[in-house]
């Protein structure tokens, strides 16, 4: 995974974790896949709201995005900090599937 990109998904996925205020605004103004669950506050997203969501941030393609996700090894990186991406609603396809940012106990 491109170390920058890393490092950005990283600091987003601390900030939800760490419930920062300006993050959670950004998301809920948040126009497509990427929320926070009311009921359960876990924080959801499909890969393309992630990658438009970040998108000023990075120049990357969807398709070079997707690429350098699956490259590294993220959720061993999350779980220094208490968190895990899995699976939150599956369609078959990686661009249709929704994840979820889970606590780690």
């Known amino acids: 995974m491109s170390s920058e990109l890393h490092q950005s998904l ?10 920062q205020t300006e993050v959670l605004e950004r998301i809920n103004s948040f126009n497509g896949d990427l ?3 009311h009921t359960t506050g876990v924080f959801i ?3 393309p709201a992630l990658h438009q969501f970040l998108n000023d941030q990075h120049s990357l393609s969807f398709t070079e ?7 590294g090894e993220f959720n061993r990186s999350l779980q220094v900090f208490g ?18 940012l889970l606590v780690m106990k």
């Open 10 to 19: 990283l600091l987003l996925f601390r900030q939800v974790l760490a419930q």
């Open 45 to 47: 997203f499909s890969l």
């Open 83 to 100: 968190g895990k991406i899995a699976i939150y609603r599956s369609t078959g396809k990686v661009e249709g599937n929704l994840y979820q």
């Open 65 to 71: 995005f997707k690429h350098t996700l699956y490259q």
């Open 35 to 37: 929320f926070i669950d």
